[in-house]
C-alpha cells in the first residue's frame, strides 16, 4: 500500500516537472525568437535544448535551466547560443555575432 502511495506522488511530482519545464521552454523559445529577429540572425530549426539542471539555494531551492540553440548570421554556418534560468527569472543569453557578442542579463 505504502508503495503504492509512494508511485502516485512519483508520478504526479514527474508530470508537474514535465509541464513546468514545458512552460520554461516556450518562453526561451519567445525570447530567443526576438533576440535573433533583433541582431538580425535566422533562428535555425526555431527550437531550443534543455542542456542542464541543478539545484541552488538562494533564499530557498530554485531549479536552474540552461538552454542552447542554434542560429546562423548568414545562412551558411551554425553557432550557438545560450539561456539560463534560475527559478522563475532569466539570468542571460548569449549570442555571438560578426559585430560582438549580444549577452542579456535578466529581463
Given at each position: 500500500m505504502i508503495w503504492q502511495f509512494g508511485l502516485l506522488l512519483l508520478l504526479a511530482l514527474g508530470g508537474m516537472s514535465f509541464a513546468y519545464?514545458?512552460?520554461?521552454a516556450e518562453r526561451v523559445l519567445r525570447l530567443v525568437a526576438h533576440s535573433c529577429r533583433r541582431a538580425g540572425l535566422q533562428w535555425l530549426d526555431q527550437s531550443v535544448q534543455l542542456q542542464g539542471l541543478s539545484l541552488r539555494w538562494r533564499s530557498g531551492p530554485l531549479l536552474r535551466r540552461d538552454y542552447r540553440f542554434a542560429y546562423?548570421?548568414?545562412?551558411?554556418?551554425?553557432?550557438?547560443?545560450?539561456?539560463?534560468?534560475?527559478?522563475p527569472e532569466l539570468l542571460w543569453l548569449f549570442i555571438e555575432t560578426d559585430q560582438g557578442a549580444v549577452y542579456l542579463e535578466g529581463q
Open positions: 519545464l514545458r512552460q520554461d546562423s548570421g548568414d545562412g551558411q554556418g551554425r553557432h550557438y547560443g545560450y539561456v539560463r534560468l534560475e527559478g
